[in-house]
């Protein structure tokens, strides 16, 4: 497991053989089953998560109601940075969706990981980037796109997750009522 972690920061920094200790040593292995929290709202975000195996969600409680803003899923990398870097409470909620199998990295330990890698504070400052552009991305989408069109980028930008993940979040990720989804999925269905 831990060598699927070293080829995705491989992909994006160069580590020599000391350096793969060193991740070794500060990552660990943690399980999740399904409906099991990662991150609960109040609580401090004390670990960013490498999933290798499963599928989680984060959402916010709205007076109420579920609002679902995001997925991760294999190879991805789970956190809620809002809370993580200033080590505040979390206003935000992330679920495993499935069982789930993580490689995980404490607050202090990813200090480690920025400080004793050659690198490591460049691969930090990528993935960062890539989750704000990510956030940008979905946001201007929540703004400017209808539903329809953001069903159609969520068909496109994740078909592998359309069986594997229950229509009423997919609702709620793209800011309709379940109904609403089935609607759009039917003229959708006509539509090819």
Do not use: W
Not at 22 to 34: C, D, G, I, P, S
Not at 79 to 105: G, M, T, W, Y
Not at 124 to 131: A, D, K, L, T, W
């Amino acid at each position: 497991m831990m060598d699927i972690l070293l080829q995705v920061i491989e992909k994006t920094i160069r580590i020599n053989s000391d350096e793969k200790e060193l991740v070794a040593k500060l990552f660990r292995e943690k399980e999740y089953r399904k409906g099991e929290y990662f991150l609960k709202e109040g609580e401090v975000c004390r670990h960013v998560g490498f999933i290798i195996r499963g599928m989680m969600r984060y959402y916010i409680n709205d007076d109420g109601e579920d609002k679902t803003y995001g997925f991760g899923k294999e190879l991805d990398f789970v956190c809620n940075n809002e809370s993580f870097i200033p080590q505040k409470p979390s206003v935000q909620r992330i679920q495993a969706l499935e069982d789930c199998h993580l490689l995980v990295i404490s607050y202090d330990n990813l200090q480690l990981f920025y400080s004793g890698l050659k690198n490591g504070e460049r691969f930090g400052r990528i993935i960062i980037e890539q989750v704000f552009i990510q956030t940008l991305q979905g946001l201007n989408s929540l703004y400017t796109d209808s539903p329809e069109l953001r069903y159609e980028k969520f068909m496109k930008d994740y078909p592998d997750l359309l069986q594997r993940i229950p229509q009423y979040y997919i609702a709620s990720f793209i800011g309709v009522k379940p109904q609403s989804l089935s609607r759009i999925r039917k003229r959708n269905s006509r539509g090819t």
